[in-house]
């Protein structure tokens, strides 16, 4: 009797106590040593024993109780440590198909097998102390019930609570950190006994845990072969609605390394939030996510990476001969430099023991301090950041590129885009040519290069000329030519949509793709083209008052020699004297706009950022300081209200048509379109006007910038009246 008790607590079953489910094998029902988990328990006294009375009968059934969670717990722990999948390639066909036919086969999981190690530590506790009982028992002449339940008191607050946790675990195929939540979620019991079994069950979870944080953020790898981590790879779309798998293999395999670089850095891996623990903040998460991706990058530069004292020597030399000798010294140093020697300079070894250290710390604690791994997490991310930053800044020259991008795409060089507009301004006046279009406007454009730009700015060889988009605003345009050849106006209006495509590219090489993403490139078009737009209007009017006022020179001469025709001469100029009162007004409008982006809006956040990139030594600092300037230029030159930048918009469309009509028109026929103009012209600055004086506007963060535009608009309250007097004009009715 004794030691049926005693196997029995081992979950071995006999004669006299049963296992209910083995009766299953009559019926020609199997019991896998892998099948799922009972719910119940199944371990009995036999029925056909009449020697033991009830109350003793309910003791041994509480205790062979124990022996049923041991069992249960026990296969668990052999099927969640089996690693036979791991050669599962040896198993024949046939053993295979019998295999998948009799149970269903589960997913490898690295934190059930840890789950498991723990468990195992607790059972082999439980079993020691069987043992201890039986030795005991045998020893000494005791009480065998009173004594077994004595010594195995503390397991019926362990192994019930235990085995319920399993059951959930595989009813709900829990993994990953799903399975270190519930396990964080089960510690708050109350119970001490149980709190220190679950204690030990989390450390071993941690322990993974921190292994993959290691591997992720000392090597910048990612070991998750079974999806647990809650840093996952995204997902490639091609691969689940491509045409075929081969043909994205082979868009795969022409990704260059730079390539391969910028996409795991932008769209390689993002966290996975069902496998979060939940005493991982997001902020951590997030730390983390940054600094394995930086880790990353700093340990697998690009083959083509070249540090800038390198750059600076290969470029001493002038003319095409000291090209190619500098193309040939490039390629004599370019294997050396791009290995595994740039990898450990941009991550000193040291640095990557230091972060290795300080995880090892956690992996050691006994306990998950949450305040401890947010420190070390937010250390490691600063050490990431700081020579990220150091690639970026000082090693790829950042500070030079956005001084380019500024001269380039924010019009800091006048020069050069005065001359290219006036080389082009002929050119712009005719609609583009969908085929040849963007050819032709890359004639002026090198042409002003030519003039203006030296051979000593590096950074205009990365700056290039394209027309994306024209073409149905064009075509519908000249289809209408011929209705309104007589009108200036439509033709011009045809040529404003067409050149209004003109846009800048700039080349970037790695690193900085990680700073300058299509996003901030695509914005910096934005303003480039809003700015350029405005030069060329500014232009326009200055050209049509030097156009007009030489032409009115010539005829004053002409009429001045013909005394017969002097006379009309002076009521021609007296005729178009309110036109020139309109042109500068327009003009007026213009200067002050483009002043104010240029030295207000542009050179003032210039300096702000510029500020920003000498104080700080992070990575993501710098990236959010580049990203608030760039919103401050698209705010506060009013690209992000729409109804701003459309009267902005239809201003310098009737600016250009005002000019280009003054210009063409030959006597005072076409007076009716030019006070059209002019009247428009009238109620779009006076509606801007009133826009820009709103209250929306007057309590929003662009306020000061706003105040100062306003000021410099408004300086003789002329706009003020003027708005005032259209609001409450009074048409006089025709007299009878």
């Given at each position: 009797m004794l030691h049926e008790i005693l196997l029995a607590l081992v979950g071995c079953t006999g004669?006299?106590?049963?296992?209910?489910?083995?009766?299953?094998?009559?019926?020609?029902?199997?019991?896998?040593?892998?099948?799922?988990?009972?719910?119940?328990?199944?371990?009995?006294?036999?029925?056909?024993?009449?020697?033991?009375?009830?109350?003793?009968?309910?003791?041994?059934?509480?205790?062979?109780?124990?022996?049923?969670?041991?069992?249960?717990?026990?296969?668990?722990?052999?099927?969640?440590?089996?690693?036979?999948?791991?050669?599962?390639?040896?198993?024949?066909?046939?053993?295979?198909?019998?295999?998948?036919?009799?149970?269903?086969?589960?997913?490898?999981?690295?934190?059930?097998?840890?789950?498991?190690?723990?468990?195992?530590?607790?059972?082999?506790?439980?079993?020691?102390?069987?043992?201890?009982?039986?030795?005991?028992?045998?020893?000494?002449?005791?009480?065998?019930?009173?004594?077994?339940?004595?010594?195995?008191?503390?397991?019926?607050?362990?192994?019930?609570?235990?085995?319920?946790?399993?059951?959930?675990?595989?009813?709900?195929d829990l993994r990953g950190g799903k399975l270190l939540n519930l396990l964080h979620k089960r510690f708050h019991c109350g119970v001490p006994e149980l709190q220190a079994c679950i204690q030990r069950l989390l450390w071993h979870g941690h322990q993974v845990l921190y292994n993959q944080l290691a591997s992720w953020m000392?090597?910048?790898?990612?070991?998750?072969?079974?999806?647990?981590?809650?840093?996952?790879?995204?997902?490639?779309?091609?691969?689940?609605?491509?045409?075929?798998?081969?043909?994205?293999?082979?868009?795969?395999?022409?990704?260059?390394?730079?390539?391969?670089?910028?996409?795991?850095?932008?769209?390689?891996?993002?966290?996975f939030l069902d496998m979060l623990p939940e005493n991982i903040h997001m902020h951590a998460a997030e730390s983390i996510l940054f600094a394995g991706k930086a880790i990353k990058i700093l340990r697998n530069p690009s083959p083509g990476f070249k540090f800038q004292d390198a750059l600076c020597k290969q470029q001493t030399g002038k003319g095409s001969q000291n090209v190619h000798e500098s193309a040939a010294h490039h390629r004599f140093h370019k294997k050396p430099i791009s290995g595994r020697i740039i990898g450990e300079e941009l991550l000193p070894q040291s640095e990557a023991d230091k972060i290795e250290i300080m995880l090892q710390d956690l992996k050691e604690s006994l306990d998950f301090h949450k305040r401890s791994f947010e420190c070390s997490v937010d250390s490691i991310r600063a050490i990431a950041a700081s020579h990220l930053w150091q690639l970026v800044v000082v090693r790829a020259d950042l500070n030079g590129h956005l001084k380019a991008l500024k001269d380039y795409f924010l019009l800091a060089k006048g020069d050069f885009f005065q001359c290219f507009l006036e080389e082009s301004q002929q050119l712009m006046r005719l609609p583009p040519h969908q085929s040849t279009a963007e050819i032709d406007i890359i004639v002026p454009f090198q042409m002003a290069a030519i003039k203006t730009i030296s051979q000593e700015d590096k950074y205009f060889s990365r700056v290039s000329l394209r027309m994306p988009s024209f073409g149905i605003t064009v075509k519908s345009s000249q289809v209408d030519l011929s209705k309104t050849k007589t009108n200036a106006g439509g033709s011009s209006e045809t040529s404003l949509d067409g050149w209004d495509g003109i846009a800048l590219e700039y080349s970037v090489d790695w690193p900085l793709q990680l700073f300058f993403t299509k996003e901030v490139l695509s914005k910096y078009r934005t303003i480039f083209q809003y700015l350029l737009r405005l030069k060329r209007t500014q232009l326009e009017l200055e050209k049509s008052w030097a156009s007009v006022m030489h032409q009115d020179h010539a005829d004053f001469a002409r009429h001045h020699n013909d005394r017969m025709n002097h006379s009309t001469s002076q009521p021609r100029r007296q005729h178009f004297r309110p036109m020139w009162h309109v042109r500068e007004h327009m003009a007026f409008l213009i200067r002050n706009l483009q002043f104010y982006i240029q030295v207000d809006v542009v050179e003032s956040q210039w300096d702000f950022l510029q500020s920003h990139i000498q104080n700080s030594n992070d990575f993501t600092e710098l990236v959010t300081f580049h990203?608030?300037?760039?919103?401050?230029?698209?705010?506060?030159?009013?690209?992000?209200?729409?109804?701003?930048?459309?009267?902005?918009?239809?201003?310098?469309?009737?600016?250009?048509?005002?000019?280009?009509?003054?210009?063409?028109?030959?006597?005072?026929?076409?007076?009716?379109?030019?006070?059209?103009?002019?009247?428009?012209?009238?109620?779009?600055?006076n509606s801007l006007y009133t826009i820009l004086r709103s209250s929306r506007l007057a309590g929003s963060q662009r306020a000061p910038f706003l105040r100062r535009f306003l000021l410099r608009m408004n300086f003789n309250s002329f706009f003020e009246a003027t708005a005032r007097g259209v609001l409450n004009v009074v048409r006089p009715r025709p007299s009878q």
């Amino acid at each position: 009797m004794l030691h049926e008790i005693l196997l029995a607590l081992v979950g071995c079953t006999g004669d006299l106590i049963i296992d209910e489910r083995e009766h299953h094998k009559s019926l020609g029902i199997p019991l896998y040593p892998d099948a799922p988990i009972s719910d119940q328990c199944c371990f009995k006294l036999a029925s056909d024993i009449s020697f033991i009375d009830r109350s003793e009968r309910d003791l041994i059934e509480r205790l062979i109780a124990l022996g049923f969670y041991y069992r249960e717990l026990d296969r668990f722990t052999t099927k969640s440590r089996n690693l036979s999948w791991i050669r599962s390639g040896d198993v024949s066909p046939s053993n295979r198909a019998s295999e998948l036919s009799n149970r269903k086969t589960e997913k490898p999981s690295i934190y059930r097998r840890a789950f498991a190690n723990g468990l195992v530590e607790v059972l082999s506790v439980y079993r020691s102390v069987v043992l201890q009982i039986e030795q005991k028992l045998l020893s000494e002449t005791m009480p065998i019930l009173a004594t077994v339940i004595q010594g195995l008191n503390k397991f019926f607050v362990v192994l019930p609570p235990l085995y319920e946790l399993v059951l959930e675990i595989e009813r709900d195929d829990l993994r990953g950190g799903k399975l270190l939540n519930l396990l964080h979620k089960r510690f708050h019991c109350g119970v001490p006994e149980l709190q220190a079994c679950i204690q030990r069950l989390l450390w071993h979870g941690h322990q993974v845990l921190y292994n993959q944080l290691a591997s992720w953020m000392v090597y910048g790898t990612l070991q998750d072969h079974h999806g647990e981590f809650f840093i996952r790879r995204q997902e490639d779309q091609n691969m689940e609605y491509g045409s075929s798998i081969p043909d994205t293999s082979e868009k795969l395999a022409r990704l260059s390394a730079d390539d391969t670089s910028l996409m795991d850095w932008h769209l390689g891996f993002h966290i996975f939030l069902d496998m979060l623990p939940e005493n991982i903040h997001m902020h951590a998460a997030e730390s983390i996510l940054f600094a394995g991706k930086a880790i990353k990058i700093l340990r697998n530069p690009s083959p083509g990476f070249k540090f800038q004292d390198a750059l600076c020597k290969q470029q001493t030399g002038k003319g095409s001969q000291n090209v190619h000798e500098s193309a040939a010294h490039h390629r004599f140093h370019k294997k050396p430099i791009s290995g595994r020697i740039i990898g450990e300079e941009l991550l000193p070894q040291s640095e990557a023991d230091k972060i290795e250290i300080m995880l090892q710390d956690l992996k050691e604690s006994l306990d998950f301090h949450k305040r401890s791994f947010e420190c070390s997490v937010d250390s490691i991310r600063a050490i990431a950041a700081s020579h990220l930053w150091q690639l970026v800044v000082v090693r790829a020259d950042l500070n030079g590129h956005l001084k380019a991008l500024k001269d380039y795409f924010l019009l800091a060089k006048g020069d050069f885009f005065q001359c290219f507009l006036e080389e082009s301004q002929q050119l712009m006046r005719l609609p583009p040519h969908q085929s040849t279009a963007e050819i032709d406007i890359i004639v002026p454009f090198q042409m002003a290069a030519i003039k203006t730009i030296s051979q000593e700015d590096k950074y205009f060889s990365r700056v290039s000329l394209r027309m994306p988009s024209f073409g149905i605003t064009v075509k519908s345009s000249q289809v209408d030519l011929s209705k309104t050849k007589t009108n200036a106006g439509g033709s011009s209006e045809t040529s404003l949509d067409g050149w209004d495509g003109i846009a800048l590219e700039y080349s970037v090489d790695w690193p900085l793709q990680l700073f300058f993403t299509k996003e901030v490139l695509s914005k910096y078009r934005t303003i480039f083209q809003y700015l350029l737009r405005l030069k060329r209007t500014q232009l326009e009017l200055e050209k049509s008052w030097a156009s007009v006022m030489h032409q009115d020179h010539a005829d004053f001469a002409r009429h001045h020699n013909d005394r017969m025709n002097h006379s009309t001469s002076q009521p021609r100029r007296q005729h178009f004297r309110p036109m020139w009162h309109v042109r500068e007004h327009m003009a007026f409008l213009i200067r002050n706009l483009q002043f104010y982006i240029q030295v207000d809006v542009v050179e003032s956040q210039w300096d702000f950022l510029q500020s920003h990139i000498q104080n700080s030594n992070d990575f993501t600092e710098l990236v959010t300081f580049h990203q608030e300037y760039l919103s401050a230029l698209i705010s506060q030159s009013f690209l992000d209200i729409g109804s701003v930048s459309r009267i902005l918009g239809s201003i310098m469309t009737l600016c250009l048509q005002f000019c280009w009509t003054i210009e063409n028109q030959e006597s005072s026929q076409n007076t009716c379109e030019l006070e059209r103009i002019t009247e428009e012209f009238n109620k779009k600055s006076n509606s801007l006007y009133t826009i820009l004086r709103s209250s929306r506007l007057a309590g929003s963060q662009r306020a000061p910038f706003l105040r100062r535009f306003l000021l410099r608009m408004n300086f003789n309250s002329f706009f003020e009246a003027t708005a005032r007097g259209v609001l409450n004009v009074v048409r006089p009715r025709p007299s009878q």
